[in-house]
């Protein structure tokens, strides 16, 4: 149980350490409805979760009820070195962020008062967009990418500081679906813990 266990503490560190620097748009149950679109969003951290998902060129979403917006944790591949008793393991974090364009509140503007303050448009006006919601995948995988620049552990595991912090954005046969109002973008950190000595072992060392 050693990787699920792995998995979880990734996902704690995610909960506790990442997530709650975050804020994105929550969509509301009707979001499919175009009259719905002047709807009064809410702002919230985004979800963890946690699972086992296909890759490769045949990737096929399982029925899964995933919260946007939020972060899947993912184990793309690994290796248990016993002579360096060593485990490492590819973690591969997919983010989505929910935003269909430009609402009223998102905007502030001078209140034409001498105390010279802002105030937000109406919130019923909307303004459908594609140049809103990539901002927010990418401001998310910043707020990754930046914690785990600074962390000196992901939930116990270590950071292999010889690899490189990948991102990109999610794409199927080299494509980037148009998955509008949904954005998709993920972050690639390699992670390794040490292991005890088998016990075959534990005579010759």
């Given amino acids: 149980m050693a990787i699920v266990t792995d998995v979880q503490c990734v996902m704690d560190w995610l909960a506790e350490s990442v997530c709650p620097k975050v804020e994105l748009k929550l969509p509301p149950e009707d979001w499919r409805d175009v009259d719905a679109a002047d709807y009064s969003y809410r702002l919230v951290h985004p979800a963890v979760h946690g699972m086992y998902w296909p890759t490769g060129p045949q990737m096929v979403a399982p029925p899964y009820l995933f919260q946007h917006p939020g972060v899947l944790v993912q184990v793309t591949d690994g ?84 690899r490189p912090v990948r991102f990109g954005p999610y794409a199927e046969q080299g494509a980037i679906p148009d998955l509008y109002p949904f954005w998709f973008a993920w972050v690639e950190v390699g992670l390794y813990r040490g292991q005890a000595s088998p016990g075959f072992l534990q005579e010759f060392l």
Avoid at 90 to 103: D, K, M, Q
Avoid at 104 to 118: H, N
Avoid at 144 to 160: C, H, Q, T, Y
């Fill in 79 to 162: 290796e248990d070195d016993v002579a360096a008793r060593v485990e490492t393991m590819t973690v591969r974090l997919h983010l989505s962020a929910w935003n269909p364009g430009l609402h009223g509140r998102d905007v502030w503007e001078p209140a034409g008062d001498a105390l010279g303050g802002y105030v937000r448009r109406e919130a019923d006006e909307f303004s459908p967009s594609y140049d809103d919601g990539w901002r927010d995948a990418w401001s998310f995988v910043d707020a990754v990418v930046r914690e785990l620049r600074n962390a000196r552990d992901v939930g116990g595991l270590s950071i292999d500081r010889s």
